[in-house]
């Protein structure tokens, strides 16, 4: 099973200000990485999958990168609307497995 | 407009079973495989399982094998998640996703199980 480490649990960012979430994987999965939003009372949101793809609809602001064990996910010029949880999610192998999730907050 | 329904939820006692479904719509149903993610309260999401197009073949978490059951009527569009000889730790949030491809792209809005005496 491969273990998915986030990092840091919690950020208190101020308007305009970049974000960056790490996320390390115990195995090798290549580039199969995906990043969720998830706000208070709502189910998670996918932002980026595989390929550090962003899905359609999602600000250019929300980006990430990474090969084989080490994945950043960025959020630049972070808005009050970004609050929430972030998770990151590894889809190489099954069981899929979340990291332990980033709680952002806007100052 | 893609939309999962899940429904189900409820208060059960330990060693008890509960069965949860989730309505499809917006979409082919019989395209994609789909999945069951739950979040413990307070805590991170964990993939329990999931089911190919057919519903041939399944794939299961270690926590939860030979307890749960996915399954599907695709003429129905819906999804199921049988689960049996529940536990305190099988308390959560459960939600219905579609999966495009191992990223889970559309998620329901949630069911809530209580596994307590």
């Known amino acids: 099973e491969t273990t998915v480490t986030q990092s840091p649990a919690s950020l208190s960012m101020a308007v305009g200000e970049k974000v960056s979430i790490s996320c390390k994987t115990s195995?090798?999965?290549?580039?199969?990485m995906n990043w969720y939003q998830q706000k208070s009372g709502e189910a998670p949101k996918l932002l980026i999958s595989e390929g550090n793809t962003l899905r359609p609809g999602v600000p250019s602001r929300f980006s990430s990168s990474g090969y084989g064990t080490d994945f950043v996910f960025t959020i630049n010029n972070v808005l009050l609307g970004d609050e929430g949880i972030y998770y990151c999610?590894?889809?190489?192998?099954?069981?899929?497995?979340f990291g332990s999730g980033t709680k952002l907050e806007i100052k | 407009e893609v939309q999962l329904v899940e429904s189900g939820g409820s208060l059960v006692q330990p060693g008890g079973s509960l069965k949860l479904s989730c309505v499809a719509s917006?979409?082919?149903?019989?395209?994609?495989?789909m999945d069951w993610v739950r979040q413990t309260p307070g805590k991170s999401l964990e993939w329990i399982g999931e089911i190919n197009t057919d519903g041939s073949k399944t794939n299961y978490a270690p926590s939860i094998k030979d307890r749960f059951t996915i399954s599907r009527d695709n003429a129905k569009s819906t999804l199921y998640l049988q689960m049996s000889n529940v536990k305190s730790d099988d308390t959560a949030i459960y939600y219905c996703?579609?999966?495009?491809?191992?990223?889970?792209?559309?998620w329901g809005q949630g069911v809530m199980v209580t596994v307590s005496s």
């Open positions: 999610q590894q889809s190489d192998n099954v069981p899929f497995t």
């Open positions: 195995t090798d999965i290549d580039d199969d």
């Open positions: 996703t579609r999966n495009d491809g191992s990223p889970f792209d559309y």
């Open positions: 917006g979409f082919t149903f019989s395209n994609y495989w």
